[in-house]
């Protein structure tokens, strides 16, 4: 299993952990050259979105890296990532790759004051450890998408075939049933 | 489950990593920094360039001109309180600011303390000249570093002997043996187990980003390759003949790094660049400011 790391801002090196602790290959996404090589699987890790939406566009990985989503290769956004995913965001004129039949709120819990922790549930692997960071939530969900999440009322994480978003961080807490659900149920 | 704030701070600056921090006077500059890629906007009156040539005591900025910039953009933005002045980041906490920066580019409040970070939920950067004040300025609660450069002077000088200095000793630590760390703890006057820490995994507990003095694209591609984390990037911006190309460019130096080619390109065209003053040409060093 060879994963590419959208690398071109945020924490991507946590994913790169991660996923090498779980077997998986990892190699970093920083330009346009990076992605001929094989790749069975994308993450986008947590960053600013506007940062790396911005630069998917400007160094010509945006169509390319949506084209691969449409045509089923497994991603996994986590934060940032699942703005980037998002069809829609919420008061906002932008979409990136806009490939998950979803609405996502940025800086849907404020500042940075408003960042947490908590412990839920997720669909398929049991209580986990949630970090959330400045993060979004998914403010509406289309039939196309199910929820895995929940936490304060609030959807968390959702899949929608082989794309699998979390609003919180699992690469930050040092829990990786998310990554292994991710490698044993997404990609399989 | 109990909110880890200092977890989440550092988690904060974890997101920022591979990025650039602009340093921004008015809304109309935020909103350029942030179209032309910045992670995150460093919100002050001044910008370090023109505190320098002002003189004078250099203070927290107007709460409301803050706001203001908060306003207009969606990303973290950061503000600059006087080292030691606990009630400058007291009023910025109640703004809900996103990282103070406890920065000796301001006139210093105390000569002898630094804040107790530790009191604050908002995350604190600090700067740090080696990695003694890098460790004392962790164990007093920063959750980001940054190099102190020599901020204002278009030189890259300092953060680039900072940088060096602090991965020297971070290399040097990780090669000694158990009772020699002992002694190192006590050398830096820094925690045992923050040395400890920093020899095992060959890093600072966290993020570290450079600053001052970066004005061009191979600036910030130098100080990645030196092992920084991130930029910031002050007067070099907004000092320059075109900033939203020059801010662009330095963004995706950041990423790119490492492709020679790449960076050739990004150099290109840029305009003029802030004319910057030498190290040996300016009486204030700030760098010395907080230790």
């Given at each position: 299993?060879?994963?590419?790391?959208?690398?071109?801002?945020?924490?991507?090196?946590?994913?790169?952990?991660?996923?090498?602790?779980?077997?998986?290959?990892?190699?970093?996404?920083?330009?346009?050259?990076?992605?001929?090589?094989?790749?069975?699987?994308?993450?986008?890790?947590?960053?600013?979105?506007?940062?790396?939406?911005?630069?998917?566009?400007?160094?010509?990985?945006?169509?390319?890296?949506?084209?691969?989503?449409?045509?089923?290769?497994?991603?996994?956004?986590?934060?940032?990532?699942?703005?980037?995913?998002?069809?829609?965001?919420?008061?906002?004129?932008?979409?990136?790759?806009?490939?998950?039949?979803?609405?996502?709120?940025?800086?849907?819990?404020?500042?940075?004051?408003?960042?947490?922790?908590?412990?839920?549930?997720?669909?398929?692997?049991?209580?986990?450890?949630?970090?959330?960071?400045?993060?979004?939530?998914?403010?509406?969900?289309?039939?196309?998408?199910?929820?895995?999440?929940?936490?304060?009322?609030?959807?968390?994480?959702?899949?929608?075939?082989?794309?699998?978003?979390?609003?919180?961080?699992?690469?930050?807490?040092?829990?990786?049933?998310?990554?292994?659900?991710?490698?044993?149920?997404?990609?399989? | 489950?109990?909110?880890?704030?200092?977890?989440?701070?550092?988690?904060?600056?974890?997101?920022?990593?591979?990025?650039?921090?602009?340093?921004v006077t008015t809304p109309e500059q935020a909103?350029?920094?942030?179209?032309?890629?910045?992670?995150?906007v460093m919100a002050l009156e001044r910008?370090?360039?023109?505190?320098?040539?002002?003189?004078?005591?250099?203070r927290m900025s107007d709460p409301k001109m803050i706001k203001g910039i908060q306003e207009a953009?969606?990303?973290?933005v950061?503000a600059k309180?006087?080292?030691?002045?606990?009630?400058?980041?007291?009023i910025l906490?109640?703004i809900?600011i996103?990282?103070?920066?406890?920065?000796?580019?301001?006139?210093?409040?105390?000569?002898?303390?630094?804040?107790?970070?530790?009191?604050?939920?908002?995350?604190?950067?600090?700067?740090?000249?080696?990695?003694?004040?890098?460790?004392?300025?962790?164990?007093?609660?920063?959750?980001?570093?940054?190099?102190?450069?020599?901020?204002?002077?278009?030189?890259?000088?300092?953060?680039?002997?900072?940088?060096?200095?602090?991965?020297?000793?971070?290399?040097?630590?990780?090669?000694?043996?158990?009772?020699?760390?002992?002694?190192?703890?006590?050398?830096?006057?820094?925690?045992?187990?923050?040395?400890?820490?920093?020899?095992?995994?060959?890093?600072?507990?966290?993020?570290?980003?450079?600053?001052?003095?970066?004005?061009?694209?191979?600036?910030?591609?130098?100080?990645?390759?030196?092992?920084?984390?991130?930029?910031?990037?002050?007067?070099?911006?907004?000092?320059?003949?075109?900033?939203?190309?020059?801010?662009?460019?330095?963004?995706?130096?950041?990423?790119?790094?490492?492709?020679?080619?790449?960076?050739?390109?990004?150099?290109?065209?840029?305009?003029?660049?802030?004319?910057?003053?030498?190290?040996?040409?300016?009486?204030?060093?700030?760098?010395?400011?907080?230790?």
């Amino acid at each position: 299993m060879r994963v590419g790391v959208l690398a071109l801002q945020g924490a991507f090196i946590e994913h790169e952990k991660m996923l090498e602790s779980l077997g998986a290959e990892t190699f970093e996404i920083r330009q346009r050259r990076d992605i001929d090589q094989s790749m069975d699987a994308i993450v986008l890790p947590g960053g600013e979105s506007t940062v790396m939406g911005k630069l998917l566009n400007e160094l010509d990985l945006m169509n390319p890296v949506r084209d691969f989503i449409k045509s089923g290769m497994p991603v996994f956004g986590t934060c940032a990532g699942l703005i980037l995913l998002a069809e829609k965001i919420y008061d906002d004129k932008a979409v990136h790759i806009g490939t998950m039949n979803i609405t996502a709120r940025r800086n849907a819990y404020g500042r940075q004051l408003g960042s947490f922790n908590a412990k839920e549930e997720f669909k398929g692997i049991g209580e986990i450890p949630m970090a959330f960071i400045r993060a979004p939530y998914i403010e509406e969900i289309g039939e196309k998408a199910e929820v895995l999440a929940v936490c304060e009322g609030k959807i968390v994480a959702a899949r929608q075939d082989k794309q699998l978003v979390t609003a919180f961080h699992p690469e930050l807490t040092d829990d990786i049933s998310v990554h292994k659900y991710f490698l044993e149920e997404i990609c399989r | 489950m109990a909110n880890n704030r200092y977890e989440l701070n550092k988690e904060l600056a974890q997101m920022l990593k591979g990025g650039v921090i602009m340093d921004v006077t008015t809304p109309e500059q935020a909103k350029i920094a942030e179209e032309a890629g910045a992670c995150a906007v460093m919100a002050l009156e001044r910008i370090p360039a023109d505190i320098r040539a002002a003189g004078g005591v250099a203070r927290m900025s107007d709460p409301k001109m803050i706001k203001g910039i908060q306003e207009a953009v969606s990303i973290p933005v950061m503000a600059k309180c006087r080292i030691g002045h606990f009630a400058e980041a007291q009023i910025l906490q109640a703004i809900e600011i996103d990282y103070i920066d406890e920065s000796e580019v301001l006139s210093p409040a105390d000569d002898k303390y630094h804040i107790d970070k530790t009191k604050f939920d908002v995350p604190f950067v600090c700067g740090a000249k080696d990695l003694g004040e890098a460790l004392r300025r962790i164990s007093e609660g920063a959750s980001m570093i940054r190099t102190k450069g020599e901020p204002g002077t278009g030189d890259v000088v300092q953060a680039v002997r900072h940088m060096r200095m602090m991965q020297g000793e971070i290399r040097r630590l990780s090669s000694m043996s158990e009772d020699e760390l002992y002694q190192a703890a006590k050398d830096l006057q820094v925690d045992y187990q923050l040395v400890k820490y920093v020899a095992e995994n060959k890093k600072l507990p966290v993020v570290n980003f450079a600053a001052g003095g970066v004005a061009t694209p191979a600036d910030a591609a130098l100080m990645m390759q030196l092992g920084a984390e991130g930029v910031f990037v002050g007067s070099g911006i907004f000092k320059s003949g075109n900033p939203a190309k020059r801010a662009a460019a330095i963004v995706k130096a950041v990423t790119n790094f490492n492709d020679y080619k790449m960076l050739a390109e990004l150099s290109e065209d840029l305009g003029e660049a802030m004319v910057g003053i030498n190290e040996q040409e300016i009486q204030l060093l700030m760098a010395e400011r907080g230790k």
